[in-house]
């Protein structure tokens, strides 16, 4: 299947500093991502919808301030999150379907990014 | 919009036994609907899918899930568990020629013990 990879792991940043998150996808051209944060023991929620070569589309009560998303390409998608604090800390978890080989409707997850501010 | 519900947060059994993780959504268009499972610190790994024709569909790892639209439900099974299917199952939803975006439920603990 397609491979999303998701760069860091893991990080620790002090908090007042920005992290920035990279998604690619491997082996396709995603002409949209999306970004998922998941906190512990509970469900992912949707964060946003990152669109290559336009702006992000963020869902209700995301901070599209201190979420900064840019998909420059059609294989990298960046998640910033500016000024971080400790409610932040968080696994950041990014997808992306391929609609090169008739697969649409199946999200390729990465590997998540687990982001602890200190 | 779409809902997901998982009835069940943990759901603890013990190898080789069956296994049914329930599932149940609500939307007021078509959806596809997938199961997913997330290992520790992990990313999710696609089960299996349902986008249309038959309603039992087969996915990896020995498991199945049963779309039934009369009582929008998508319930995951598995004849026989193993130590390692020990993890976090999500059931998700997407609508029909939309944005591909998934609505999650809020996930099953599935803990196969000895």
């Known amino acids: 299947g397609a491979v999303v990879s998701q760069h860091p792991s893991w990080v620790i940043c002090k908090s007042g500093t920005s992290v920035k998150i990279e998604c690619r996808s491997l082996?396709?051209?995603?002409?949209?991502m999306f970004w998922y944060r998941q906190f512990p023991k509970q469900s992912l929620m949707l964060m946003a919808t990152?669109?290559?070569?336009?702006?992000?589309?963020?869902e209700q009560g995301v901070e599209k301030d201190k979420f900064l998303i840019n998909h420059a390409s059609l294989t990298l998608s960046t998640l910033t999150v500016t000024s971080a604090h400790p409610e932040d800390s968080s696994f950041y978890i990014c997808?992306?379907?391929?609609?090169?080989?008739?697969?649409?409707?199946?999200?390729?997850f990465g590997q998540g990014t687990r982001l602890t501010v200190v | 919009a779409q809902s997901v519900t998982q009835l069940d947060s943990q759901v603890p059994v013990f190898e080789e036994a069956p296994v049914e993780l329930r599932c149940n959504y609500s939307?007021?268009?078509?959806?596809?609907l997938f199961w997913y499972v997330q290992y520790p610190n992990q990313g999710l790994q696609l089960l299996l899918k349902?986008?249309?024709?038959?309603?039992l569909v087969k996915g990896i790892n020995g498991f199945e899930a049963e779309f039934n639209k009369s009582q929008t439900s998508f319930h995951l099974r598995k004849p026989s568990v193993h130590i390692s299917d020990t993890a976090e199952y999500f059931c998700?939803?997407?609508?029909?020629?939309?944005?591909?975006?998934?609505?999650f439920g809020k996930g099953t603990k599935l803990t196969v013990n000895p």
């Open positions: 997808s992306a379907t391929d609609p090169g080989q008739g697969r649409q409707t199946e999200a390729f």
């Open positions: 082996d396709f051209q995603a002409t949209t």
């Open positions: 990152s669109n290559e070569g336009s702006k992000a589309t963020y």
């Open positions: 939307s007021s268009v078509s959806v596809y």
């Open positions: 349902y986008l249309s024709g038959s309603t």
């Open positions: 998700a939803v997407s609508e029909q020629g939309g944005s591909e975006k998934l609505v």
